[in-house]
Structures are given as structure tokens and as C-alpha cells.
């Protein structure tokens, strides 16, 4: 008999092991000075990275061979299951997406261990023991209530499906997009613990954090871009953001890292707002497992969500309790004795910074009361309620918009000081230039405009050219070779949220939709556009029987694709999944999916125009970019340079 | 130690013990406002006789289970073994309420799998769902013999809930009834 998943279950008994060393022998050592001890931090951490990715591997391999002696490849494949999606069950249900969160966070831990060698030992050994501690608790979780290495007897024929849902491209890649950003901001945690425990928090100790902050933020942005992505795509309504709680949860994440790489870039230049940065960083991570916290226990899903386990939940929120609560009190005890290393003037960069990190703060503070609202009127015995996207609209577009308008003023100030009069003479051409575009483009685009779309175009084009100023600014003073990679990657990703709020503007303003029923051969007109329905077809796919509409759109006569958008049934649970046909392009996307049967071979079609579309996830792919080229500047690299004083920025 | 450093911790504790409630509360064990009601009035066609109506009269005079299920529905399919159980080896009277389902998908269904039900009664646009508080597919009521819902359970019946909740009920409400 095939023994390979107890070999899988014993490495992560042995990971477990790796991991309790790696939690305790190298803080032991920084705290009674053995150097010795403070070195066993880097095998553990190997070692550690070794035993989950052989666990990960066994378990690939069990999906790869349809065994469904093992109970959860029984659950989430079978034997008709695409072996591309075959491979990526084992991240579709709780056991193995657990397994991909911790192996996850022993690759993070190896790259710290692998690339810290610039960094003091004793800051090493705490980092590396703090995220060992973060690994136990995940692998005892594992261990104790969820292990994928579960046998059954008699092991089933076939096995039941992967959830349909998650048969496609963009769900293969979005949880471990989203779970490395969330386990990302495991080492910006770690950092802060560090710092906390030595007391020391300097512009090189900001220095080392920042690529590490910045890494999990940009995973973190291409993870809920390729959600939101994926929820337009599959779910047939067109929607790209549904302010649902597992959105969300992924969302508060975001917002605090988006603060904590601002705040950390105060604290490296100026020596300032360091407890608050450090706050942040607990608060990203938190958010983290909070978030894995909400979406796997079921406390906030839906009453549909039966498969939830309540010991599960005791555990996440036991393991929550100690690793927030007990940083939170290390912080308490040790943040005071931080001291600021200057003052923060409103007209200059810090002070923008200030007030941008206030309002991502307030926002996430805003999406969490959303969130978790529900549930604290469920725990209130104020009833069963929900809170929904006219909420989160109505919140969160007043807090953000202010911040565009921060980022482009911040984009004109140098640090320490600056004033009203430098920040004009900057600005006045950005903004002649934003104020032409915002009321030029939509004209152009879409054919009109408003008063309000041209004010939100204002800021996005501001935000945008602004970025473009600096670059300009700077590139013209000292050539743009000396302009440092993380300057590049800021101004990258600015621009990318100027593209983003355009739109979101655009798509948000001009969408039109309808909901008609079509006879083979009738069409109707959308925003211009002809869409004619030519009847159905029945395809078989490898494990699903689809019903396949037809619909050819034109514009003014003139043929521009023919759209097939798809009801799936999938075979094995009888799930059904919808798959629009989109026509995407740059400036407007046409869509179409298709809704339920009616009499004589008629059908519900349900039809889009969304303007700008695509811009929604290009300005979050820039925004990522920019993350990647920050993330390799060199002065994050160089020991010399992480450890002077004083910066080029 | 200064004040303000320990906010966050306060909060924290605050937001541990909110969720430490969450998780006592069962979703399935929302307290439904019509248990010790009179069933809400309804008259739905049957399913395989439309033009007969199925009301909240019928169900009077003996106890019923009224099963809310539809063939979209993944967890009707998990519970249907323990809804046929309900019906043959316990003899009870279970009686299906369609909800928002095509009377031919959901003859296909009954077709498929077996028709645990002494009758069906189509609430194709919901409706009716709404009156009786349904908000997820599939709940059952135990509605006793004057028409009156003693029971709602959510979510799909496991045999363990047949054995620890629902029979013991239904002894209880027989002995009590008869007195």
C-alpha cells in the first residue's frame, strides 16, 4: 500500500519540531548572549522550508494520482478533474490551503534567513523565532484539527468535485497571491516584535523592513486584483467589487499596509513616528489572520457555509488571541521608550504622509466596523443583519478621494520643510494639465461628461502627472540614472492609482446594462452597440456539460465578435457556474452572460457596457509594478548603505 | 508605562470577546419569531397537481414535517436520505414546499432521487418562502396537529439531528398532545 501520505503527516511533525527550535533557541540566545544558540535559527529555518515543501509536494502528488484513500483528495477531486486543476485542489478547500499558508510562511522565513545577512545576528535570530512562533501555532492548527494527510476506509471509487467555482485560471492563482501577501506581512510583524524586544528602531532597522513590507503588499494588490478579476468573469453580474466579507477581510489587510509602507518611509528618512509604524505593522499582520480568521471559521460567512467546524474557530481565535494580544502588550510595555527624532511641519512630505496614513487608517477602520458590524449585533442579540455595498460606498469614496489629493500634494514636497509657494510653483502646470484632460477625455471616450466625473478625473489625472513631475523634476536636476529605484516604483504605483480611479470613476458612471429576452435570431441595442443571439448550442466539457450561447455584436453594421458566454453543470455535484462572454478592450468592455431558459427556444440574456473597465485592474497591476521595481533598490541591499544616516530621497 | 500605549491592547480585548461570542452562535440556531405560531397562511398549486391547491389547512389534524427544498439546492441532495428516512421508517408525514424551483426541474429531481414527500407544494417566486421566514435552503418545520410550528431547523437534517432533535420532539409533542 501506498504509503506516502504518512510520510507527508510525519514531515509535518518533524516541520513542527523544526519550528519549536526556531522559536525558542535563538531568542533564548539574544536574550543570555550564546551567539551559538542565536546561529541555530538559519537550519531550523531551512529545515523547517524542507519537511512543509516535501508535506506539499506528497500531497500535489496524491491529487496528481486521484488517491482517494486520503479523505480530503476524496473531497476536492476526481477523476475526470483537469490535472491543472487537479494540482490546484490542493490549495481549493481549509486542509491544504492551510498547508500553502504555512509553506508560505517557511519560504518567507528562508528568504529572510537567506538574505539578512547584512542585519546584526541578534535582530536576525528574534526575527527568525518570532515567525517560528507564527509557524507553530499554524502547524499545531494543522496537526490538530485539519490535517490533509487524513486517511479513510474504504478509500471511494471517485472522489467528489473541486468546488466549480474554482475551476478557472484566475482562482488558481489568487489564493496564493492573496496568502503570500497575507503571510507577507509576517516579517514586517516580526521586524516590529524585534524592535520591541531590542529596543532599537533606527533608519536602518527601517530600512530592512521596508522591501519586506513592500514584497507582501504588492503580492497582496495582484491577490485582490485577481479577485476581483475573477468575480467579474465567473459570476455572471458584471460586478468587479462586492464589498463581500471574504473581499473585505483581504481589503483591511491592504489599507494598513498601504499605511505601514508610508509611515516606514517617515521613519527611515526622518526618525519619526516610530511607534506608529510599529503599531501598523502588528495591525497588518493581525488583519491577516484575522482575515484568515473570519473566512475560515465561518463566524461571519453565510448561514450556506454548514461545513464549518466550531473547534477550528476556538483554535484561530485562541492563536489570534495570543499572537495580537501578547504583541500588543510587548507594545504597551516597550513603544514608550521610542523617541521621535524631530517634528512633523504639515507643509512637508512627513506631514502629508501623516495625514495620508490618518485616512487609510480611518478607511480600513470604516470597512472593519462594515464587516464585522453584523456579527456584533448577532453577539449584542441585536438581530441578524447585513451590511451592504451602499454602506461601504457611501464610507469609503469621501475617505478616499482626499487621499488622490494627498498624493499628489506629497509628490511636490521635499521633506522636513517645504512650503505653499514651492508646492504652487510645482503644481500649477499638473494641474492646468489635469483640469484639460479630466474635461477633454470623457468627451472623447465615452461621448459626455459631468461635473463629478470631471472632478474625480481631476484627481486621478493629477495624481498621475504629479508622479510624472517628480521623475521630470528630479531627472532634470541630477540625471535620471541617480533617481533610485524606490522613487521609480513610487511614482509607478501613484500613477497606477490615478489609472485605477479613473476607472473606477468611468466604469461606475457609465455602465449600462439590461436584461432582455432574446428568440434565436432577435437582437437589441446597448450604448450603441447591436447584440444579436444566435440560439444555443450543448457542449461537453472534461468534467461539466455546458450550454453555450451564441450572441454576434456589431456597431454600426459592422461585426465585432461573437460572444459565447456559458451555463455550466458540473457533473459531479451537479453545481452550476456561469461564464460570461466579455469582448474586452482597453476603453470599454461588452458583456454578456446568459440567464435562464424561457418558452420557444428564448432565452434571459444579461447584457453590459463598461467603460474603462480594464482600468480598474491595470492601475492595481502598476500599482504592483511599482511595489516590484521599489523592492529592488539597491539601498536596501548594501549593508553599507542600510546602515547610514542620512538617505538620497 | 503611558495610557495611551495600551488602547490598542484594550481594543483587542474588546474585539476577542465579540468574536469569542460569534463563534457560540450557531448560524443555524437562529430563533425562528413564528415557533409557538400558527403556520402562516398559504395556497400553493401542487406539483403534480398544479391545478389542485395545497394550503395551511392541510396541514392540521395530524403532525407534519414541512421540508423547504429545491433542486439548485446541494444540500437537499445531502439531507434527501434522511428526509426519506423521515418518512418510511418513521412514518411521518413530510411535506415538501418547492421553493423557488421550476415544477419540471424539480419533478426531474423527485425522479432522480425518490420522492420522500406525501406532498409538494410550489412557491415558484418565493413568496410564501418569505411569510414562513425562509432564508436558506433547505430548513424543515415540525408543525403539530393544530397547525402549529413547534420547530425550525436550518441547514440539512444529519441523522445525528433526527436522533437527538427531531424524534425526542416529536414524542414530546404526541405525549403532550394527547393528554
Keep these: 500500500m501506498n504509503m506516502l501520505p504518512e510520510l507527508g503527516h510525519f514531515a509535518l511533525c518533524i516541520a513542527l519540531s523544526l519550528a519549536i527550535i526556531q522559536a525558542s533557541i535563538p531568542v533564548a540566545g539574544v536574550l543570555t548572549n550564546r551567539p551559538l544558540w542565536m546561529r541555530a535559527a538559519r537550519p531550523a529555518a531551512i529545515g523547517q522550508f524542507g519537511f512543509l515543501l516535501l508535506a506539499f509536494l506528497i500531497l500535489t502528488y496524491s491529487f496528481i494520482v486521484s488517491d482517494f484513500s486520503v479523505s480530503y483528495v476524496a473531497h476536492n477531486s476526481n477523476t475526470s478533474l483537469p490535472l491543472q486543476y487537479r494540482i490546484s485542489a490542493v490549495w481549493g478547500a481549509h486542509e491544504g490551503s492551510l498547508l500553502l499558508w504555512v509553506l508560505m510562511l517557511a519560504g518567507w522565513t528562508l528568504a529572510v534567513a537567506v538574505f539578512s545577512k547584512a542585519l546584526p545576528r541578534d535582530m536576525t535570530a528574534t526575527v527568525l523565532s518570532v515567525m517560528g512562533m507564527v509557524s507553530i501555532g499554524f502547524l499545531l492548527f494543522m496537526l490538530l484539527t485539519s490535517n490533509p494527510f487524513d486517511r479513510q476506509f474504504p478509500a471511494p471509487a471517485e472522489g467528489r468535485d473541486l468546488n466549480p467555482l474554482l475551476q478557472d485560471f484566475g482562482l488558481v492563482i489568487h489564493p496564493p497571491m492573496l496568502y503570500m501577501g497575507y503571510v507577507g506581512f509576517s516579517v514586517a510583524f516580526a521586524f516590529a516584535i524585534a524592535a520591541l524586544i531590542s529596543g532599537r528602531l533606527d533608519t536602518a532597522w527601517a530600512r530592512w523592513t521596508r522591501p519586506w513590507t513592500t514584497s507582501a503588499w504588492m503580492f497582496l494588490t495582484l491577490g485582490i486584483m485577481l479577485g476581483s478579476w475573477w468575480a467579474y468573469h465567473e459570476l455572471g453580474w458584471g460586478g468587479w467589487w462586492f464589498w463581500d466579507p471574504v473581499e473585505n477581510a483581504s481589503f483591511m489587510p491592504w489599507l494598513v499596509g498601504t499605511a505601514l509602507i508610508h509611515s516606514l518611509a517617515v521613519t527611515e528618512k526622518r526618525g519619526i513616528f516610530k511607534s506608529w509604524t510599529v503599531l501598523l505593522a502588528i495591525t497588518a499582520f493581525s488583519l491577516s489572520l484575522l482575515g484568515t480568521f473570519l473566512v475560515r471559521s465561518g463566524v461571519l460567512v453565510s448561514v450556506h457555509a454548514f461545513a464549518t467546524d466550531p473547534a477550528r474557530g476556538v483554535f484561530i481565535l485562541a492563536f489570534f488571541a495570543v499572537v495580537v494580544g501578547g504583541s500588543l502588550v510587548l507594545y504597551a510595555w516597550r513603544a514608550p521608550r521610542f523617541k521621535a527624532e524631530g517634528k512633523a511641519g504639515f507643509f512637508s512630505r512627513e506631514g502629508f504622509l501623516l495625514l495620508n496614513n490618518i485616512f487609510l487608517v480611518v478607511a480600513a477602520t470604516a470597512v472593519f466596523v462594515g464587516t464585522l458590524y453584523p456579527l456584533l449585533a448577532d453577539a449584542l442579540a441585536l438581530g441578524k443583519l447585513s451590511v451592504g455595498a451602499p454602506y461601504f460606498n457611501t464610507v469609503f469614496v469621501p475617505l478616499t478621494l482626499p487621499l488622490v489629493l494627498l498624493v499628489i500634494g506629497a509628490a511636490s514636497l521635499n521633506w522636513k520643510r517645504g512650503n505653499a509657494t514651492t508646492m504652487w510653483q510645482r503644481l500649477r502646470w499638473v494641474a492646468v494639465l489635469a483640469v484639460l484632460t479630466a474635461i477633454v477625455f470623457p468627451f472623447i471616450l465615452i461621448g459626455q461628461s459631468s461635473l463629478i466625473v470631471a472632478a474625480a478625473l481631476m484627481l486621478a489625472f493629477g495624481a498621475i502627472y504629479s508622479a510624472m513631475e517628480e521623475i521630470y523634476r528630479r531627472g532634470s536636476r541630477r540625471g535620471y540614472r541617480k533617481i533610485p529605484l524606490a522613487s521609480w516604483g513610487m511614482s509607478m504605483a501613484h500613477i497606477g492609482l490615478g489609472v485605477f480611479v479613473i476607472g473606477v470613476t468611468l466604469v461606475s458612471t457609465y455602465s449600462a446594462e439590461s436584461d432582455v429576452r432574446l428568440a434565436p435570431g432577435d437582437s437589441t441595442e446597448l450604448s450603441g452597440f447591436s447584440f444579436r443571439f444566435d440560439g444555443i448550442s450543448h457542449e461537453a466539457g472534461p468534467n461539466y456539460d455546458s450550454t453555450v450561447g451564441k450572441v454576434t455584436l456589431s456597431h454600426e453594421n459592422k461585426v465585432l465578435a461573437v460572444l459565447r458566454p456559458e451555463k455550466r453543470i458540473y457533473r459531479a455535484m451537479g453545481n452550476s457556474m456561469t461564464e460570461a462572454g466579455v469582448l474586452p478592450r482597453l476603453h470599454r468592455d461588452l458583456y454578456v452572460s446568459l440567464g435562464e431558459p424561457l418558452s420557444n427556444g428564448a432565452w434571459s440574456l444579461r447584457l453590459y457596457y463598461r467603460p474603462f473597465m480594464r482600468f480598474v485592474w491595470l492601475g492595481a497591476i502598476f500599482m504592483a509594478l511599482g511595489g516590484l521595481i521599489a523592492i529592488f533598490d539597491k539601498r536596501y541591499r548594501h549593508p553599507k548603505l542600510i546602515h547610514a544616516q542620512t538617505g538620497s530621497v | ?179
Design chain 2, 1 to 179: 508605562m503611558q495610557a495611551r500605549f495600551l488602547i490598542p491592547v484594550i481594543v483587542v480585548i474588546g474585539l476577542l470577546g465579540i468574536l469569542a461570542i460569534g463563534l457560540t452562535l450557531d448560524p443555524r440556531k437562529v430563533p425562528s419569531p413564528l415557533i409557538g405560531k400558527p403556520a402562516p397562511v398559504f395556497a400553493l398549486p401542487k406539483l403534480y397537481q398544479p391545478d389542485q391547491l395545497l394550503t395551511n389547512n392541510d396541514l392540521k389534524g395530524q403532525l407534519a414535517l414541512v421540508n423547504v427544498w429545491a433542486s439548485w439546492c446541494v444540500a437537499c441532495r445531502e439531507e434527501h436520505a434522511q428526509i426519506e428516512r423521515l418518512s418510511t421508517e418513521f412514518k411521518l408525514r413530510v411535506i415538501g414546499l418547492n421553493y423557488k424551483d421550476k415544477p419540471e426541474d424539480a419533478r426531474r429531481w423527485l425522479a432522480q432521487f425518490g420522492n420522500p414527500y406525501s406532498d409538494i407544494a410550489v412557491d415558484e417566486p418565493g413568496r410564501v418562502g418569505i411569510d414562513w421566514g425562509v432564508y436558506g435552503v433547505p430548513e424543515t418545520f415540525v408543525i403539530d396537529a393544530n397547525g402549529v410550528i413547534r420547530y425550525k431547523h436550518i441547514g440539512p437534517v444529519t441523522a445525528s439531528d433526527i436522533e437527538t432533535v427531531i424524534l425526542p420532539l416529536i414524542a414530546e409533542i404526541q405525549r403532550t398532545d394527547t393528554k
